[in-house]
Nanobody
Framework: QVQLVESGGGLVQAGGSLRLSCAAS????????MAWFRQGPGKEREFVAV????????YYADSVKGRFTISRDNAKNTLYLQMNSLKPEDTALYYC??????????????????WGQGTQVTVSS
């Protein structure tokens, strides 16, 4: 099992940047594929980005491609999401999630058994 704790959310103006972190417990962090999801007001939870166990492969939702960067530091058991050029529509509760790594990058939330509690990102116009 793995426990996840997000941090780094906050209030930022449109065009600004934030970096989210997700600290994972346990000694097997490097065996998990990691992802970020978000849930905006009145919306379903949606996929944002995913990274494989080594950090060598990533995939992004079209809505964030070119603006967000997912990365990980396996030595620190930490996942990151660098968010640049933020827009009001990026306002959401952001969650990190983990699953045992596989050969493909998975974007569906139903395959992720481990979740953090979320960190709020609010982008003002």
């Amino acid at each position: 099992q793995v426990q996840l704790v997000e941090s780094g959310g906050g209030l930022v103006q449109a065009g600004g940047s934030l970096r989210l972190s997700c600290a994972a417990s346990g000694r097997t962090f490097s065996t998990y594929a990691m992802a970020w999801f978000r849930q905006g007001p009145g919306k379903e939870r949606e996929f944002v980005a995913v990274i494989n166990w080594s950090g060598g492969s990533t995939y992004y939702a079209d809505s964030v491609k070119g603006r967000f960067t997912i990365s990980r530091d396996n030595a620190k058991n930490t996942l990151y999401l660098q968010m640049n050029s933020l827009k009001p529509e990026d306002t959401a509760l952001y969650y990190c999630a983990a699953k045992i790594s596989s050969s493909s990058l998975v974007t569906s939330r139903r395959y992720y058994p481990y979740w953090g509690q979320g960190t709020q990102v609010t982008v003002s116009s």
